[in-house]
């Protein structure tokens, strides 16, 4: 088993900032690919971006609307992961939920992953 907790949601106008963490426990992180997907309300989850390890390369996947501005990665040692959000938009306002793959696989789907967060509001005012 795989405990997901996100946090660093909140409020920010556009233009802004903010980083979001996912701290992971339970099972060996290294071990595991990671995304974050986002939900706002009335709409499907959808994928944000993605992150996995080899043992030696890092390996990164963005959705098209966050590419530029979000930024993923990973603390193994603090079995941590981060989303460094600039430029925030409106549209960017929505859950945020990190996941988990025990397959290491940086998949688009919300099928793809096994274990979820609770989820961290972001609200992005215009």
């Known amino acids: 088993q795989v405990q997901l907790v996100e946090s660093g949601g909140g409020s920010v106008q556009a233009g802004g900032s903010l980083r979001l963490s996912c701290a992971a426990s339970g099972r060996t992180f290294s071990n595991y690919a990671m995304a974050w997907f986002r939900q706002a309300p009335g709409k499907a989850r959808e994928w944000v971006a993605a992150?996995?390890?080899?043992?030696?390369?890092?390996?990164?996947d963005y959705a098209t609307s966050v590419k530029g501005r979000f930024t993923i990665s990973r603390d193994d040692a603090k079995n941590t992961m981060y989303l460094q959000m600039n430029s925030l938009k409106p549209e960017d306002t929505a859950v945020y939920y990190c996941?988990?793959?025990?397959?290491?696989?940086?998949?688009?789907?919300?099928?793809?992953?096994?274990?979820w967060g609770q989820g961290t509001q972001v609200t992005v005012s215009s």
């Open positions: 996941a988990a793959s025990s397959q290491n696989t940086r998949g688009v789907s919300t099928s793809a992953y096994d274990y």
């Open positions: 992150i996995s390890w080899d043992g030696v390369y890092t390996y990164t």
